[in-house]
């Protein structure tokens, strides 16, 4: 069937008996390819009907199409003329696994970071108005997206729609899982809603059994729909969204085509905001991800018989190093507290909670509250571990500022995924926290250069911390270089790891393995180039920065992360205050958001990776 779909709108040439062919054919597409490349299958798989839905409803480009996350935005892809994308689906320069205006005028709005679209789309609807436009406007969110506060803001400034009478529509698709299962109050409230619907089915048919008996029948029923439960909350579910101002539709099959397609038809007819919550399942069609569907969340090339990823490491994560160590001392120090905003797995909290499930808090997409809610713990003598991704603490800025830092609370953060993670692209890059975390004042901001390091400067924060810490690494495997060397740690103290003479590199965290490249291809031509690791971003070591100023005349900083506001940046200021006569270079990332590519192609996009460090020494030492 995909044959026939080639441009965005043929799926409406399509005949209604065709569309469980269809269907069968986009999955079958998107597990072939997936399978290759990798990517977000279990939520794509789960999408397919309604995303076949929509695009029988809306008309694009015209109709503004919204998807929270966007990690599900591969069917929609599909039909809109991208399947030949999936050749090279999230590849250096190959198609994004996320919406962007950039690739097509059908993806109304670019995503990656979760809650978000029902801002975005009330935007729209307002500008709609001001500029007299007459689009359907559609907000695509998952449940799990629900969790996040910015959700809840927007649902909250949309009721204004209902005395405004303005259409615009939500589709919740509830699937019951976020990456791992779903958490928390609204998690639960749909699980009601969803089984509310089986009970007044249920109930249909009592009332109906009930009438057939003979004399009392009549009265029997006439009680029963007296009893306790208010016939509106019994017979219309959610309420919630119904007090709020919000129409809410459902739930309904979300993988049932022409009831979905009439549903939206009547939608788009209302003027006011309405949310049609339908239900779908995670992983639909392939069985090893219908079973594990946060295994197939996002997933690498894997394959399709077995469902196994194909190119598996033995050595540990740096993910791995962090958790481990986490729980050992844990085990000792029953103060130790963990909390994950919806990233169990990716953050390797999710062994923690097997070990102490009562001192483990996945609190939903939700950092902000997450940074809070660590702050309040350790304002009663709790020491919180909060593992996120380094791009999602973003979210949680101000947090960080007003409510941790302020009260210089001990609050550590591991940063995973720091630097660059490859595939998810510029949404997911973490090479803004240097500057995001340096110019708050009491934090202290860590970097180590191999598992042992990271492991030593967790353990040495939970014992000594005695303010907010942050410990970035990197996503991937520990490195094991330099792990011989390795010295005791002492707060803000830096480590000198090679002398060396023509020039000196201070590289941070992880790109250290590229400045280590560097320094060897150097010294096969016969310079003798110096090694240092900082360790401490913040407060960076000015002792050891002053001794290397008297020692080089050439010193370059490097760093996976933005140049402005970055180590590099800081350390310079510092030389150049300090009268440093010598030259400095700062190696990073200049002022752009990286796209999508393996971490390596990136790097030497970038100019970053070890042959780039050297090639940059080489043509300075000639200047
Ligand atoms: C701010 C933020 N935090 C965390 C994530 C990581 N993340 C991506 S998808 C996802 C789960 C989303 O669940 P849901 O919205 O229900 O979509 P589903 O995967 O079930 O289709 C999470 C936690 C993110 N993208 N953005
Ligand atoms: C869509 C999203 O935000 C996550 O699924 C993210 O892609 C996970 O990244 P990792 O693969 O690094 O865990
Ligand atoms: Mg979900």
């Not at 309420?239 to 939206?264: A, C, Q, W």
């Not at 090339?301 to 194909?310: I, N, Q, Y």
């Not at 302020?406 to 510029?426: H, K, M, Q, T, W």
Request: proline letters at 4%; aromatic letters at 8%.
């Amino acid at each position: 069937m995909l044959e026939y779909i080639n441009d965005p709108n043929d799926i409406k040439q399509i005949q209604p008996e065709d569309y469980k062919l269809l269907a069968k054919d986009i999955r079958r597409f998107l597990l072939r390819n997936v399978s290759r490349t990798g990517g977000h299958l279990a939520s794509n798989l789960g999408i397919v009907e309604l995303t076949m839905a929509l695009h029988l409803v809306l008309d694009f480009p015209k109709d503004q199409l919204i998807f929270d996350v966007g990690h599900q935005s591969y069917v929609h892809k599909i039909l809109t003329g991208r399947k030949n994308g999936f050749e090279n689906l999230r590849q250096f320069h190959g198609m994004s696994g996320f919406p962007k205006r950039k690739e097509s005028d059908c993806d109304a709005f670019h995503s990656g970071h979760s809650s978000m679209s029902l801002s975005a789309a009330l935007g729209m609807v307002t500008a709609r108005d001001i500029n007299h436009t007459d689009e359907t406007i559609v907000a695509v969110i998952g449940d799990g997206a629900l969790s996040g506060g910015m959700a809840y803001e927007a649902l909250n400034n949309m009721a204004r729609l209902r005395k405004e009478k303005k259409n615009l529509i939500i589709i919740l698709n509830d699937n019951k899982m976020s990456i791992a299962e779903n958490v928390g109050g609204m998690s639960a409230y749909l699980n009601k809603v969803r089984t509310r619907k089986e009970y007044v089915e249920f109930k249909g048919n009592v009332e109906q059994s009930l009438l057939r008996i003979p004399g009392i029948g009549k009265e029997l029923t006439t009680i029963l729909k007296k009893s306790k439960d208010s016939i509106k909350q019994l017979f219309v579910p959610g309420m919630y969204f119904e007090d709020m101002g919000i129409t809410y539709i459902g739930p309904i099959d979300g993988h049932n085509v022409p009831l979905m397609v009439d549903t939206l038809n009547r939608a788009k007819q209302l003027d006011e905001p309405i949310i049609i919550h339908v239900v779908t399942k995670k992983g639909k069609g392939y069985r090893p991800a219908e079973q594990n569907p946060a295994k197939f969340h996002g997933i690498s090339p894997f394959s399709l018989k077995t469902g196994e990823v194909l190119k598996k490491s033995d050595n540990p994560s740096n993910t791995a190093v962090f958790s481990d160590t986490l729980i050992k001392e844990a085990k000792k120090d029953k103060k130790i507290v963990a909390v994950t905003a919806a990233m169990p797995d990716g953050t390797g909290l999710g062994k923690f909670k097997n070990h102490f499930p009562d001192r483990f808090f996945d609190v939903g997409i939700a950092e902000q509250h997450a940074v809070t809610f660590c702050a309040g713990m350790a304002s009663r003598g709790l020491k919180p571990v909060f593992a996120v991704y380094s791009t999602f603490l973003q979210r949680g800025f101000d947090q960080i500022l007003h409510d941790v830092a302020i009260g210089n609370y001990p609050v550590i953060f591991g940063l995973d995924r720091s630097g660059l993670v490859g595939a998810d692209g510029e949404t997911h890059q973490g090479i803004f926290d240097i500057p995001y975390l340096s110019i708050i004042p009491n934090v202290t901001v860590m970097a180590p250069i191999n598992g042992r390091e990271l492991s030593e400067m967790l353990k040495h924060t939970l014992h000594h911390a005695k303010g907010p810490t942050a410990i970035k690494y990197s996503r991937g495997e520990a490195s094991s270089l330099y792990e011989d060397q390795f010295e005791e740690l002492h707060y803000g103290k830096g480590q000198i790891l090679k002398e060396g003479k023509e020039a000196v590199i201070i590289a941070v965290g992880n790109i250290f393995e590229e400045a280590d490249k560097a320094e060897k291809i150097l010294k096969e031509e016969g310079y003798e180039i110096g090694l240092v690791n900082p360790r401490y971003i913040k407060p960076f070591d000015q002792e050891l920065i002053m001794k290397l100023s008297q020692t080089y005349d050439k010193i370059m900083i490097a760093e996976e992360g933005v140049l402005n506001g970055g180590f590099g940046m800081m350390v310079n200021e510092f030389l150049s205050e300090h009268d440093y006569k010598g030259e400095v270079r700062c190696l990073g990332i200049d002022d752009q958001f990286v796209e999508h590519g393996s971490v390596s192609e990136l790097r030497r996009m970038l100019k970053i990776d070890g042959e780039s460090i050297a090639d940059s020494i080489r043509q300075w030492m000639k200047e």
